[in-house]
């Protein structure tokens, strides 16, 4: 291992990938670029399969760095977190209480309440509920048109949206199958998204970021990963009041659940211009077609650059 790495040193790099996460087709797809991205970088980049012989792999391969190209639980719930901070490898991204609380969509939610960001009511179903009686209790709470989520996945999986009502407890079955879940009122309105990007002490906030799927559709696993199935706008074509609170509220968000190096905070905004804070993404995708490198290239920081960035300072901290 080199000691104090400047800006033209080489690192060795393990990447992350795969496992046993819903995700891991995704996480795979992520792991390529990054590698592809550090070796044109100057970088020595591994990708590793998160399986039952990952840590044995890297203490055996010593890297100076670990990139986590994870996507879902055990990779972005603390889990491989706490197991580098055993192995005593840095690596890219927030540490096991930043990941856990992110990754977590109820414990998020409580966290942003006392920040005083907005957020829509909502319900918890675990799966040894009775589905029955947990929708007509959604009904009494929420009304009938809702968004069921899983609370620990991400890229959309699982979600049940009733936009016009229906079948909450069939619905919630659908759901239930990733474990326990939140339940919100849906609210019909546009998405938006906001990266930030952390540079030692300093948290610099991407453009706003609009998402436009096709007609009838919505941003889900199919239209966030295939390519030509969504469209991006940025910057957001919306207010500047609009955007500055946007972007304080992924701020606000950032800080408030501890997190570090970077994160993506996803909203919806009514035509009213009301948001809703919906979550937070401590390891945001790196496919070709994922939100965060875009908007990170805005603020000048296009892959490549992006990635070496990352990498380097993880080594340094």
């Given at each position: 291992?080199?000691?104090?790495?400047?800006?033209?040193?080489?690192?060795?790099?393990?990447?992350?990938?795969?496992?046993?996460?819903?995700?891991?087709?995704?996480?795979?797809?992520?792991?390529?670029?990054?590698?592809?991205?550090?070796?044109?970088?100057?970088?020595?980049?591994?990708?590793?399969?998160?399986?039952?012989?990952?840590?044995?792999?890297?203490?055996?391969?010593?890297?100076?760095?670990?990139?986590?190209?994870?996507?879902?639980?055990?990779?972005?719930?603390?889990?491989?977190?706490?197991?580098?901070?055993?192995?005593?490898?840095?690596?890219?991204?927030?540490?096991?209480?930043?990941?856990?609380?992110?990754?977590?969509?109820?414990?998020?939610?409580?966290?942003?309440?006392?920040?005083?960001?907005?957020?829509?009511?909502?319900?918890?179903?675990?799966?040894?509920?009775?589905?029955?009686?947990?929708a007509s209790e959604i009904v009494h709470t929420?009304?009938?048109?809702?968004?069921?989520?899983?609370?620990?996945?991400?890229?959309?999986?699982?979600?049940?949206?009733?936009?016009?009502?229906?079948?909450?407890?069939?619905?919630?079955?659908?759901?239930?199958?990733?474990?326990?879940?939140?339940?919100?009122?849906?609210?019909?309105?546009?998405?938006?998204?906001?990266?930030?990007?952390?540079?030692?002490?300093?948290?610099?906030?991407?453009?706003?970021?609009?998402?436009?799927?096709?007609?009838?559709?919505?941003?889900?696993?199919?239209?966030?990963?295939?390519?030509?199935?969504?469209?991006?706008?940025?910057?957001?074509?919306?207010?500047?009041?609009?955007?500055?609170?946007?972007?304080?509220?992924?701020?606000?968000?950032?800080?408030?659940?501890?997190?570090?190096?970077?994160?993506?905070?996803?909203?919806?905004?009514?035509?009213?211009?009301?948001?809703?804070?919906?979550?937070?993404?401590?390891?945001?995708?790196?496919?070709?077609?994922?939100?965060?490198?875009?908007?990170?290239?805005?603020?000048?920081?296009?892959?490549?650059r992006l990635v070496d960035t990352l990498v380097?300072?993880?080594?340094?901290?």
């Open positions: 291992m080199i000691e104090n790495p400047s800006s033209t040193d080489t690192l060795c790099v393990a990447i992350l990938a795969g496992g046993p996460s819903a995700e891991a087709d995704v996480s795979r797809n992520s792991a390529a670029q990054i590698q592809l991205a550090l070796t044109q970088a100057g970088h020595s980049a591994s990708i590793f399969e998160l399986d039952q012989h990952c840590a044995a792999a890297l203490i055996a391969a010593q890297p100076d760095v670990v990139f986590p190209a994870l996507h879902g639980p055990p990779g972005e719930d603390g889990t491989v977190q706490g197991m580098l901070e055993m192995l005593r490898l840095p690596y890219v991204g927030s540490d096991v209480r930043g990941s856990a609380i992110a990754m977590d969509k109820a414990i998020a939610k409580s966290v942003f309440q006392r920040a005083g960001l907005p957020v829509s009511a909502d319900c918890i179903v675990h799966p040894d509920q009775d589905l029955t009686e947990a929420l009304g009938t048109c809702v968004a069921i989520k899983p609370l620990n996945q991400g890229s959309a999986i699982g979600v049940q949206l009733l936009p016009n009502g229906g079948d909450i407890a069939a619905a919630l079955a659908a759901s239930v199958i990733y474990g326990s879940c939140l339940v919100e009122p849906f609210v019909l309105g546009r998405e938006m998204t906001v990266g930030i990007l952390q540079l030692g002490e300093e948290l610099h906030v991407h453009p706003v970021i609009e998402i436009h799927t096709p007609e009838n559709t919505w941003y889900d696993y199919e239209h966030r990963y295939t390519v030509g199935q969504s469209h991006h706008v940025m910057p957001a074509q919306i207010s500047a009041a609009l955007t500055e609170r946007l972007q304080q509220a992924a701020l606000s968000a950032h800080r408030s659940l501890g997190l570090r190096d970077l994160s993506r905070a996803d909203f919806i905004v009514t035509d009213t211009d009301e948001i809703y804070l919906l979550e937070v993404n401590a390891l945001p995708g790196m496919t070709p077609v994922s939100l965060y490198p875009e908007g990170a290239g805005a603020l000048g920081y296009p892959f490549e380097r300072q993880a080594y340094t901290r």
